[in-house]
C-alpha cells in the first residue's frame, strides 16, 4: 500500500496532520482501562502537547468543580478512562472534520460530516437496543469511520471532486467511483493506511477498513457489522441532504445476523434527522 500511486501523492502533497506514534499507544492503553498504567498512559499523552491541552480545556469547559484543573494527570482521573478515549477520538476528528482544511470545490465536507453523525447516532442506537457492542466506543468510532474520505478532502481534493461529480451527476456508486478516479483502492484502504500511519488501535482499523465489506470473514465483529447497518441508515439520510431521492437497501443478511428487525431500522431512521441536528449543534469543536 506504501507504494500505491494515490498513497504516495497523500504523503507528498504536504497537508496530511502529523500525529506521533504514541497517540495510538494511548488509545490502545484507553481501551483496556482496568488493565492500562496511568503514570505510562500520563507520560505518553504528554508528549502530544495539543490533546494535552484539549483535555484539560473541555473538563475546564464542560465541569462544575470548585477548582480549575490545570495538570494533565488531574484531567485524565476526573474524565475517567472512557471519557478520555471519546475526546481523543474527537481529536483525530478536529484535524480532518469539518474544519477550514477541505479543499475541495464540490463535495461539501460540513454536510458529509452530518453522515459520520448520522452514522454514529445509528450504531449507538443498534448497540443499544440489541446490546452487541460497547455503545459509547461504536459512537466515537463513527464519527471516523469515513477517515480516507476526509483525507481526500484535505490532501486530494480534485480526487474527491471527481469522484461526487461520477457519483451525483452520473449515478455512479461511490465505491466505484472511488475506484476508477483512485487507481484501484478506495477510501477504506485509504483509512487503513492512515491507521497504521498514526498507530491507531487494530479494533478501529477493522471498522474503517471493512464497514463496507462485513462478510470479507466468518470472524468479522459485531461492530463492523452494526457500522455497516449504521452506515447504511444514515447513508439515505445523507442523500436527502444532497436533494436526492436515491435509497438504499440494507442486508438481510446482517439484520438477521444481528438480530434487528425492519422496524428497528425504520424507528431510528425516523429519529436519526432530529438526532443529527441536536448533536451537530451540540460537539463544539472550539474545544475539541
Request: charged fraction near 25%.
Amino acid at each position: 500500500m506504501q507504494n500505491h500511486i494515490i498513497i504516495k501523492q497523500i504523503k507528498e502533497s504536504g497537508y496530511l496532520p502529523q500525529i506521533p506514534k504514541d497517540f495510538g499507544e494511548v488509545l490502545n492503553m484507553l481501551l483496556e482501562p482496568c488493565e492500562f498504567n496511568m503514570d505510562e498512559c500520563i507520560e505518553k499523552l504528554s508528549k502530544i502537547p495539543e490533546l494535552e491541552t484539549t483535555l484539560i480545556q473541555v473538563l475546564n469547559h464542560t465541569s462544575r468543580l470548585n477548582r480549575v484543573i490545570v495538570t494533565l494527570k488531574d484531567a485524565v482521573l476526573y474524565l475517567g478512562a472512557k471519557n478520555t478515549r471519546m475526546i481523543a477520538v474527537a481529536y483525530i476528528t478536529k484535524l480532518l472534520l469539518p474544519n477550514k482544511s477541505g479543499r475541495a470545490k464540490i463535495f461539501n465536507n460540513k454536510t458529509y460530516w452530518k453522515h459520520c453523525v448520522g452514522t454514529s447516532i445509528a450504531s449507538y442506537m443498534l448497540a443499544d437496543k440489541t446490546g452487541l457492542c460497547d455503545k459509547d466506543k461504536i459512537f466515537t468510532y463513527g464519527l471516523i469511520h469515513d477517515i480516507g474520505v476526509t483525507v481526500l478532502d484535505i490532501c486530494l481534493p480534485d480526487h474527491l471532486d471527481r469522484i461526487y461529480t461520477m457519483k451525483t451527476e452520473q449515478g455512479i456508486h461511490q465505491i466505484v467511483a472511488e475506484k476508477i478516479v483512485l487507481s484501484g483502492i478506495t477510501h477504506t484502504e485509504i483509512g487503513m493506511w492512515l491507521c497504521d500511519e498514526w498507530g491507531i488501535p487494530d479494533e478501529i482499523k477493522e471498522i474503517i477498513g471493512c464497514h463496507h465489506y462485513p462478510f470479507v470473514n466468518t470472524n468479522t465483529s459485531n461492530e463492523v457489522r452494526v457500522m455497516y447497518l449504521a452506515d447504511f441508515i444514515s447513508a439515505n439520510h445523507y442523500q436527502r441532504l444532497l436533494g436526492s431521492k436515491k435509497s438504499f437497501n440494507y442486508s438481510d443478511r446482517v439484520m438477521e445476523l444481528l438480530n434487528v428487525s425492519k422496524d428497528l431500522i425504520d424507528e431510528i431512521a425516523g429519529k436519526l434527522p432530529g438526532e443529527v441536528e441536536r448533536i451537530n449543534n451540540a460537539i463544539d469543536f472550539e474545544f475539541l
